[in-house]
Every structure is written in structure tokens, then in C-alpha cells.
């Protein structure tokens, strides 16, 4: 994918090619020399072997290479063309690992460290300009700190600038389509009752957003409801934990999902369904090679990283041999009533409950 265009491809080709596979890798048709200085690097340290190719262009080279005949298909990008994959795929059977969009959450409890929650909820959904699968979109914070979460958040989001001439923290978005769909998000949220804390409308100046944090937004709202893609923020405040979980798990997306509580971090995440969570950190799990990293719901299938993601490039494959052959032929016609009634004697010692049933079943109700 275009947002992070070296780190999200290295996590299929490094275990593709660990697994022994060979790669063509297509990068987005937005990001082509990235793509091919990364399998370039692969081929000088590979030497005389011939193990990583790029292939560049649109959405019609991808569809190419979904009916090229590999052996397995490796996706990250948007729920829309993850669709469009698999059903490509699926002419041939050939297995897809679907890494697709998200909607993700950050939960905050009563007890949690709220400077350190609000901080990571700024920079999970501002960086990048918000254009990270992973990024933090909706905020479910406890109504004992909301007042509190909210002024911090309102001071470090609102000290941010947007700047396409690399001056600011924040960098100009990538794609023109993408602000216009920030743009709609945030029209429709303010149109429906929600209100800007920080920035609103005039954040946006071409492709260069400023970040957004909405609060009072209804729940069936594009903004809560759509991947956003940008730096943009809604703030529900909840009774509870009950509450919030209930709003979490109603997304049709489960990728990510953040939760800051000193006590009981672990329980609320185990309530709420997602492929990846971060307590009390904002996408650490995304930093440890070791760790699994996918979605589940419409954010897709199948993981990278870890001992699952070299899993996902290798297949299993049973294996028995005859050492030596049984006393009695029980796979063959040769078997005869003897044979039948000398299994039947060791399944009844070996089983002793079923001489018991068949003994039920023969009329005489003892064993």
C-alpha cells in the first residue's frame, strides 16, 4: 500500500521468501520506486538467486497477477478492492491473505492514565495525516475523565499544523479522492449535531488537513461508522465499559483496538473483538516482529508477522509410512467375520463402554 510503502510489504516478502517462496511483488501503482528499490535490495542479497521480481501499473496488472497462476495472493489495502481480489482469486482457488481497512477504537476507563491516552489518541489518529489502517478514528472515554481527556486533547491536537512544504509535524494527504471523503465525513457529523473541539471545515485547504476532533457525533454517522483515512477524531463519552464495548463491537471493522485502564486493560479487551490490541500504548503490537498482525470482520483475513505470518506462506502437508505391516488386514476385502469379531473383543477392552452399548442394544442390559 501507498501510506506505508516499505514497512507493510516487508512483512509478506520477508516471510514469503523465509518460507522458501519465490515473490513478485506489485507495489501501489502510487508508490512504483519504492517497490522496486525494495526488491532491488532483495536481489543483491540474494545473489545468483533468482527469488524477488516487481511488477508495476493499476488495478489491471493487479488482476494479472491474481490470474497468473501463483500459488498465493498477499493484500493490503481497502475493503472495496479486497472484494474484488478474492473474487478474482477465486477462479482458480487461489488463497488470498487479505490485510483490508479498519475503524479502529480507543477505549479509556475510569482509572486510566488519561494524559497518557490522550497523547496516544493525537498521535494515533494525526500522524501520517491520519492515513494509517491502524490509526485511532473513535474515542470511547469514560464520562468521570472525559472533561479532563478532552481539554488535553483539545490542547495537543489544536497545536498542530498541516503543511504540504515538510515545515510542520503533519505532511499533505496523499490522495485528492481521499480529502474529499474527509471532507464529506466531517460535513455530514457537523450536520448531524456533532461539534468540532478542534479545527472543522477550514482544516481542509486542498490536500493539505489539519487534524479534526469531533465530539457529539451520532453513531450511525460516515464519520463513526466509515473508514475515515485522515486526520480526523470523534469523542463519545460513555456510562461505562458495558457502553463502550457495546459500541465497539457494533463496527462491521475489528483490525485494531486500543485500551487504556490500569486495572482492568486485558478484561476489556478481551470483550471486544479485533485481530490486534495495544493496552495502554498505542500500536506497540505492530512493533513486535514476533507478534501476529491482521484483521478480522470486514478488515480482512490471515496474518502477517510471527510464526502465523511465516505459517501463512507455507502449507501443511500429512505424511504416514508402513513400517511394519499389522497382523490384521483392516483396510482390505480380505477381511473376514474372525478378523471382525477379534476388532470388535479389543475395542470392547480398550472401550469399555461400547460392550456396554452394544450390549444395550442386543436386549440384555448387562455389559
Not at 148 to 172: K, M, P, Y
Not at 325 to 347: A, C, N, W, Y
Request: charged content about 20%; overall charge negative.
Amino acid at each position: 500500500p501507498w501510506n506505508y510503502p516499505v514497512f507493510t510489504p516487508m512483512g509478506s516478502i520477508a516471510f514469503a521468501l523465509a518460507a522458501g517462496n519465490t515473490v513478485v511483488f506489485k507495489p501501489s501503482e502510487w508508490t512504483p520506486r519504492t517497490g522496486q528499490a525494495i526488491i532491488a535490495s532483495f536481489q543483491r542479497a540474494s545473489g545468483e538467486f533468482d527469488v524477488a521480481h516487481c511488477v508495476t501499473g493499476g488495478g489491471d496488472v493487479g488482476e494479472a497477477l491474481c490470474r497468473s497462476g501463483v500459488d498465493k495472493i498477499g493484500f493490503t489495502g481497502s475493503t472495496a478492492t479486497g472484494r474484488k481480489i478474492l473474487a478474482t482469486c477465486a477462479e482458480n482457488l487461489t488463497p488470498v491473505l487479505c490485510e483490508c481497512g479498519g475503524k479502529d477504537a480507543l477505549v479509556i476507563d475510569a482509572d486510566a492514565d488519561v494524559a497518557a491516552a490522550a497523547d496516544a489518541a493525537v498521535w494515533g489518529a494525526m500522524s501520517n495525516a491520519g492515513q494509517t489502517c491502524l490509526a485511532v478514528e473513535r474515542v470511547y472515554v469514560h464520562a468521570d475523565v472525559a472533561d479532563e481527556f478532552e481539554r488535553l486533547v483539545t490542547a495537543e491536537a489544536g497545536r498542530l499544523r498541516a503543511a504540504a512544504d515538510g515545515s510542520t509535524q503533519i505532511g499533505a494527504m496523499t490522495m485528492p479522492r481521499q480529502v474529499d471523503i474527509v471532507r464529506s465525513h466531517v460535513e455530514d457529523a457537523l450536520a448531524s449535531g456533532g461539534r468540532a473541539l478542534v479545527g472543522g471545515l477550514d482544516s481542509i485547504d486542498g490536500q493539505v488537513v489539519s487534524p479534526i476532533v469531533l465530539t457529539d457525533v451520532p453513531e450511525d454517522s460516515p464519520a463513526v461508522v466509515e473508514e475515515t483515512f485522515g486526520p480526523t477524531m470523534t469523542i463519545r463519552r460513555v456510562a461505562d465499559m458495558d457502553e463502550a464495548v457495546r459500541l465497539v463491537e457494533a463496527s462491521e471493522y475489528g483490525l485494531g483496538l486500543t485500551v487504556f485502564s490500569r486495572r482492568k486493560g486485558r478484561a476489556i479487551a478481551d470483550r471486544i473483538t479485533s485481530g490486534n490490541v495495544a493496552i495502554n500504548g498505542f500500536v506497540l503490537h505492530a512493533a513486535v516482529p514476533t507478534l501476529p498482525l491482521g484483521g478480522t470482520k470486514q478488515s480482512g483475513f490471515g496474518r502477517v508477522h510471527g510464526p502465523d505470518g511465516l505459517r501463512e506462506f507455507a502449507y501443511s502437508r500429512s505424511c504416514t509410512e508402513t513400517l511394519v505391516q499389522l497382523p490384521l488386514p483392516l483396510t482390505s476385502f480380505r477381511r473376514g467375520p474372525k478378523v471382525d469379531q477379534l476388532i470388535s473383543t479389543v475395542i470392547e477392552q480398550v472401550h469399555g463402554r461400547a460392550g456396554k452399548v452394544r450390549a444395550l442394544l442386543d436386549g440384555n442390559g448387562k455389559p
